[in-house]
């Protein structure tokens, strides 16, 4: 039987096909489409729902008159012209989400953490920043008791940012040539620039292998505006709970978390263990003399040898351009914590007296058969016993839940 028998439903298919790819093709080609993809889906109803009714009664007219005996070339021109143009924005879509996912990979995003200790208001560059990312602003005022809270955004860089250069990131790490910050007005528009004082990158080689989403989602960019300049420190980010899990199960040596208790008479801004920046989070660590307990949420990773003091420099909320420096021997375990070393990470609470020196206390959280919890503290260290009100690391913990392991 010859094609021309069924010419009717094979024009109906091609124009069918032809105002779906027309439509197919105007959505794939138009940048921010936003409403007008409800429009091109009302005119595939409007225009191509009539001719896939005409279409199908068609075909099954066919099937009737040739008592099913339509050759198989005929179905093909009845039906894939119809489905090729069907095809045409998901297979974009898919080539598209590929594209992003590579580029993605090769230009993660980047975390910050800004802290103004410059005494004046600032306006921070949040281009390629997402508003949904939590505790940003653009604008940050001084620190002070105030208004001790830090300015923590994500930042996703585009092709677009990146082809231009502007853009100070690369590959997830900052540019070479970044030198400089430049402020932002309130209308957006650039304002002075100051410089750029770089700290290196804390050495992930260890941690990198054991995480799987690459090493940009192990930092977070730490910016420290003084009044005539700005000092970035990249540092490694706190851990969430699958991290810790993860890198526990590596079993990475000299990964520990710390955390700290302050009872100076002024807020911690700026915190290094051995060189490395400690990320402290959304605020300073304020200080807890004559307060209620505070205890600490969470801790920042760093790699460290244990077994040497810890060189501890920080500075503060009301003297941000002094550095103070104190050394911290952390405390070992019994043969009996010496044995569970291998069950978490280890962790370490540091104590920041009055007189400025720091007392440390090795603590380890460790799970039971069962999966109960168990923690192993060396103990509130003597000399911040008559300071702290926290009762030590395990004074973050519900003492009916979990287990204090004897010592």
Request: glycine share 8%.
């Amino acid at each position: 039987m010859k094609t021309r028998h069924y010419l009717f439903g094979i024009v109906v298919s091609f124009l069918l096909a032809g105002v779906l790819a027309f439509l197919g093709i105007v959505a794939v080609t138009t940048n921010n489409l936003g409403w007008g993809a409800a429009a091109l889906l009302i005119y595939a109803l409007m225009f191509g729902g009539p001719l896939a009714i005409v279409l199908v009664v068609t075909w099954i007219a066919y099937l009737v008159r040739d008592r099913g005996k339509i050759p198989g070339r005929v179905h093909a021109l009845l039906f894939l012209p119809t489905l090729v143009a069907v095809l045409i924005v998901p297979v974009d879509d898919s080539i598209q989400k590929s594209q992003n996912d590579s580029f993605r990979k090769a230009q993660p995003a980047i975390t910050e953490t800004h802290v103004n200790l410059s005494g004046h208001d600032i306006g921070l560059d949040v281009r390629e920043a997402s508003s949904s990312s939590g505790g940003g602003s653009q604008f940050l005022r001084p620190a002070s008791a105030q208004n001790a809270q830090f300015s923590n955004f994500r930042r996703y860089p585009r092709p677009e940012a990146l082809a231009d250069g502007e853009f100070p990131y690369d590959a997830g790490r900052i540019k070479e040539d970044a030198t400089r910050y430049r402020y932002y007005q309130h209308d957006g528009s650039p304002a002075e620039s100051v410089p750029l004082q770089r700290l290196p990158y804390p050495d992930i080689g260890k941690l990198a292998p054991a995480y799987s989403y690459g090493e940009a989602a192990l930092l977070v960019h730490q910016y420290f505006h003084y009044a005539d300049h700005v000092e970035l420190a990249p540092s490694l980010a706190r851990f969430a709970g699958t991290t810790e899990e993860t890198m526990a199960k590596a079993r990475i040596s000299g990964l520990t978390i710390f955390s700290l208790e302050n009872y100076t008479s002024q807020a911690i801004v700026r915190l290094e263990i051995n060189g490395q920046t400690q990320d402290l989070g959304h605020y300073p660590a304020r200080s807890l003399a004559g307060l209620p307990c505070d205890p600490p949420r969470g801790g920042s990773p760093a790699l460290v040898d244990l077994q040497q003091p810890l060189r501890v420099r920080w500075q503060t909320l009301e003297a941000p351009q002094q550095w103070r420096e104190a050394r911290a021997v952390v405390p070992d375990f019994s043969k009996a914590g010496q044995a569970d070393a291998g069950k978490g990470l280890a962790r370490v609470r540091l104590y920041f007296l009055p007189d400025e020196t720091v007392a440390a206390e090795r603590f380890q959280e460790i799970r039971l058969r069962g999966g109960d919890l168990a923690i192993r503290a060396t103990g509130v260290p003597a000399p911040a016993k008559s300071h702290s009100v926290c009762g030590g690391a395990y004074g973050n913990f519900n003492p009916q839940t979990v287990t204090l392991l004897a010592e």
